[in-house]
Structures are given as structure tokens and as C-alpha cells.
């Protein structure tokens, strides 16, 4: 029998922003599992499409290629009535030494769009993931929250 906490996503519409990495498919599978009816939202800069073919299989999940820094009709859709968004989403490292420009406009303006979208339509939470980039070269595996911020880029 699940927890209260376990059941509180069952029948709830979910967003996960980078649904389709590493992480966010984890965490789409998980849900799903759970009972929420998911909406794997990501641009496949960074994630794979086949790290979530296997839950295509699934009723209650969706994926929607888009990115975050998206502004039109299809997004406030995806918004309208959503209980959750797990904004996994991010440029990546490389990407902030390659192309700064298109970092900023992801990570704080794609963040800032999200934000906006989640106001208008009441979303009452919004989770924003972290990364690891944060604690730079790992000097202890597994990496914990105690390590010292070194961040390389």
C-alpha cells in the first residue's frame, strides 16, 4: 500500500522540463508509475527521445518536443491545469563556453518563461533541479551535497 505522499501525484498532470535525459526520464518513469499523468517536455538538445520510447506505452504519458524558451499557444495548453513542474532543462557546460548567448537564454530566460507560465495558470509547485556542474571536478564519488563548489566553467 503507497503513502499518503505517494499518492498525492496519482491522477495530478505533471510537466518534467529535459524529460528526455538522463535524470528526467528517470523521474518521468517514476511518476508515471506513481499514477501522474506525465508530460515529458524537451528540445533533444541533450536528451534522447529513446531514453523514453518505452513509456510511450503508457496512457497517462506524453512527450512534447519543444524547448523551454518557447512562447505561444502550445505551451499555455501544456500548462492549463498542471498540479507540478519538474524543471529538469538546462544547457549544458559546454554549451556556456561554445555559445554563452544560447546558455543564458535557456537556463535563466527558459527558467523565467517556465516561471511565467506556472503564475498564470496556478501551477502550485515548481521544482527546480540543480546540477552537479556546481561542485566542479568530483574529488569524493559519490558526490554529496558537502562538497566544496568548484565549479570549471
Known amino acids: 500500500m503507497q503513502s499518503d505522499s505517494q499518492d498525492f501525484l496519482r491522477g495530478k498532470k505533471v510537466i518534467v522540463t529535459g524529460g528526455a535525459g538522463f535524470i528526467g526520464s528517470h523521474l518521468c ?8 499523468e506525465v508530460s515529458c517536455l524537451d528540445d533533444l538538445s541533450a536528451g534522447k527521445e529513446s531514453n523514453v520510447t518505452f513509456l510511450r506505452g503508457w496512457k497517462t504519458f506524453s512527450f512534447i518536443q519543444k524547448d523551454v524558451c518557447d512562447d505561444d499557444a502550445a505551451m499555455d495548453a501544456l500548462f492549463d491545469g498542471a498540479t507540478v513542474v519538474f524543471h529538469n532543462a538546462a544547457s549544458k557546460k559546454n554549451i556556456c563556453l ?6 543564458l537564454a535557456v537556463n535563466a530566460g ?23 556542474s ?11 551535497e558537502e562538497h566544496p563548489f568548484v565549479p570549471v566553467s
Open 98 to 103: 561554445l555559445n554563452p548567448q544560447r546558455d
Open 110 to 132: 527558459g527558467t523565467l518563461n517556465l516561471l511565467q507560465y506556472a503564475k498564470k495558470h496556478s501551477v502550485p509547485k515548481f521544482i527546480h533541479a540543480s546540477t552537479g
Open 134 to 144: 556546481v561542485y566542479g571536478e568530483p574529488r569524493s564519488f559519490p558526490t554529496n
Open 29 to 36: 518513469e517514476e511518476l508515471v508509475q506513481r499514477g501522474a
